[in-house]
């Protein structure tokens, strides 16, 4: 039987947050990248700042005519994005429509859309930033399943939901702006038992010793907190959370980076640092899935 979403309205106020959280919730109120825009205009799949896997066609380079070339990478650059996306879903299921999945650090909410269309199930999302809530919010009510997925403006922390209620919990790319410990336990209380939790981050390598100069510059770029990969390990331990699948995307996240930066109109300064990150080893991009037991 489907109970209905316990979650407090996208209006409702974000919990006590830490002086760190307002800046992050300040920034992405204040966000209006086009990268973050203007590919998810393209079907109204908005993934916000999600990265991309995969091989790409990079004969959308050799495009003559400037104007469609510029289509036609951002098109590309997109398809990227919502394969990495696709990724992640598929390690969620089974799932039954019945089923009610959470996604914890939503952005602009595309990650839930992919998960309805594939399963049909119910989804809460919730985002520290109230514009963000909002527009996902939109583009649900739009696609007429916003009673099926909600976007919330809350803590992913602390965010009140019902304990066991949910089959599949996710963060994509977000745990770099909270402490692990903290959050794996919210998704551990969240998640029923057998529940499966799937994150895909950037992580710094710490069999290299403390994080690299070019880590260092991703965190100042985002204003956020890359973990190590081994911190990762150790707080789903502390959660129970028991990884069944790992999986280093690093080699297939580059081709993304690549073509990014040839997309005059996109680019955001940081595209070198991460192709140098991945390539000298000090930062990997990976995807965990881990049971509640």
Same mark, same amino acid.
């Given at each position: 039987?489907?109970t209905a ?6 209006t409702?106020?974000v919990p %006590?947050?830490?002086?760190?959280? %307002? ?5 992405w ?6 990268? =973050? !825009?203007?590919?998810?205009k *393209? ?6 700042h999600?990265y991309?896997v995969?091989?790409?066609d990079?004969?959308v380079?050799?495009e003559p005519?400037?104007?469609? $070339? $510029?289509e036609?990478?951002?098109?590309e650059?997109? $398809?990227l994005?919502h394969?990495q996306?696709?990724l992640?879903a598929a390690? &969620?299921?089974?799932l039954?429509?019945d089923d009610?999945v /959470?996604?914890?650090?939503?952005g602009r909410?595309g990650?839930?859309?992919t ?5 049909g199930c119910h989804?809460?999302d919730?985002?520290?930033s109230?514009?963000q809530? @909002? ?6 009510r739009? @696609?007429?399943i916003d009673?099926?997925v $909600?976007?919330h403006?809350?803590n992913?922390?602390d %965010?009140g939901?019902e304990?066991g209620?949910?089959a599949?919990?996710? =963060?994509?790319e977000? %745990?770099?702006y909270v402490? &692990?410990e &903290?959050l794996?336990?919210?998704h551990?209380?969240l !998640?029923?038992r057998g ?5 895909i981050t ?5 069999t290299?010793?403390q994080?690299?100069?070019e880590?260092? !510059?991703i =965190?100042?770029?985002?204003?956020c907190d890359?973990?190590?990969r081994?911190?990762?390990? @150790?707080a789903?331990?502390k959660?129970?959370l028991?990884?069944v699948h790992?999986?280093? !995307?690093t080699?297939?996240a *580059?081709?993304y980076w690549? &073509?990014?930066?040839e997309?005059?109109h996109?680019?955001?300064? *940081?595209?070198d640092?991460f192709?140098?990150?991945?390539? =000298?080893g000090? /930062?990997?991009?990976?995807l ?5 037991v």
């Amino acid at each position: 039987m489907t109970t209905a979403p316990v979650a407090p309205t996208t209006t409702a106020p974000v919990p %006590t947050q830490s002086t760190y959280q %307002t800046r992050i919730a300040d920034y992405w109120n204040a966000e209006e990248n086009p990268v =973050n !825009l203007e590919l998810g205009k *393209i079907d109204d799949l908005y993934h916000h700042h999600h990265y991309g896997v995969g091989d790409a066609d990079w004969a959308v380079l050799n495009e003559p005519d400037p104007d469609l $070339r $510029r289509e036609r990478i951002t098109a590309e650059l997109h $398809r990227l994005e919502h394969a990495q996306a696709e990724l992640l879903a598929a390690h &969620l299921g089974p799932l039954s429509p019945d089923d009610r999945v /959470f996604d914890a650090g939503c952005g602009r909410g595309g990650g839930s859309v992919t998960a309805n269309l594939r399963y049909g199930c119910h989804a809460d999302d919730v985002t520290i930033s109230a514009k963000q809530a @909002r527009f996902a919010g939109e583009q649900a009510r739009k @696609r007429g399943i916003d009673d099926r997925v $909600r976007y919330h403006h809350l803590n992913m922390l602390d %965010t009140g939901f019902e304990s066991g209620a949910y089959a599949a919990s996710w =963060n994509n790319e977000s %745990t770099m702006y909270v402490e &692990l410990e &903290l959050l794996f336990a919210e998704h551990a209380r969240l !998640l029923r038992r057998g529940g499966r939790y799937v994150v895909i981050t950037g992580c710094y390598n710490d069999t290299y010793g403390q994080a690299s100069r070019e880590v260092s !510059l991703i =965190n100042a770029h985002y204003i956020c907190d890359i973990h190590p990969r081994s911190a990762y390990f @150790r707080a789903m331990a502390k959660s129970r959370l028991v990884p069944v699948h790992v999986e280093d !995307l690093t080699a297939v996240a *580059i081709p993304y980076w690549e &073509l990014r930066k040839e997309a005059d109109h996109l680019v955001t300064g *940081i595209e070198d640092t991460f192709l140098s990150a991945y390539r =000298n080893g000090s /930062f990997q991009y990976l995807l965990i899935a881990a049971d509640r037991v």
